[in-house]
């Protein structure tokens, strides 16, 4: 069964850094996601794509985030410069028609 | 506004009782999603069920029933027998069409002891 990937599962890095989170969507869907839950909170829209151009972002989602789809399969999450806050779980998703949307296993982010 | 209240912060139930988890949401649109997931201590998103805002039927999948309500704008999922292997926070979800994104609400942390 098609899954979404998403690569590394987990990341440690420095306040200030640059870090790249990676996924894999499925092969044919069109609609790509990313979410973030903080350890013991709920999950949190950061951000939808399609068509290449960024559909609908959150409040969250400042000058500090960007994605990309560098490729016809990769997905990018980029925070430019980390900071403490920043640490959490970041998933990917992505879906075909807009509706049901499959998540990846998420990228633990760690932030000192 | 859209939004989804799962008023159960923690549940803690032991082996082979019914438990039945709520979830409540509001939202303007007339078309609309709602989700289970499932999230175990690995963090992963385990989906469990998509009902839209057309079908009220209940669904029945093994242990797992889902009561939809759309006049009470509930949607509550009842695991039957549970297991420790249950063990998990549950996660309810509203997707709306016109958003193209899905609201969480907070997660209930179920606990089935042995």
């Known amino acids: 069964e098609p899954e979404v990937t998403q690569t590394p599962s987990h990341q440690v890095t420095q306040m200030g850094q640059e870090v790249i989170l990676r996924c894999v969507p499925i092969?044919?869907?069109?609609?790509f996601y990313w979410y973030r839950q903080i350890l013991g909170q709920k999950v949190e829209f950061l951000v939808s794509?399609?068509?290449?151009?960024?559909?609908?972002k959150s409040e969250i989602f400042d000058d500090q985030f960007s994605v990309e789809r560098p490729d016809g399969s990769n997905f990018t999450l980029k925070i430019r410069s980390t900071k403490l806050e920043d640490s959490a779980m970041y998933f990917c998703?992505?879906?075909?028609?807009?509706?049901?949307?499959?998540f990846g296993p998420g990228t633990r982010l760690l932030v000192l | 506004a859209q939004k989804v209240t799962q008023a159960q912060t923690e549940i803690s139930v032991v082996e082979k009782e019914d438990v039945t988890l709520d979830c409540v949401y509001e939202t303007r649109d007339t078309t609309y999603y709602l989700f289970w997931y499932k999230q175990p201590p690995s963090g992963e998103l385990v989906f469990l069920i998509r009902?839209?805002?057309?079908?009220?039927q209940n669904e029945i999948s093994g242990r797992y029933s889902w009561n939809f309500q759309k006049s009470t704008s509930s949607f509550n999922f009842t695991i039957t027998a549970s297991q420790v292997v249950d063990s998990a926070v549950y996660f309810c979800a509203l997707w709306y069409t016109n958003a193209g994104k899905s609201t969480f609400g907070d997660g209930t942390t179920l606990t089935v002891k042995p």
């Open positions: 998703a992505s879906s075909d028609a807009g509706e049901t949307q499959y």
């Open positions: 009902r839209n805002s057309f079908d009220e």
């Open positions: 092969s044919n869907h069109l609609y």
């Open positions: 794509f399609y068509n290449n151009e960024i559909s609908e």
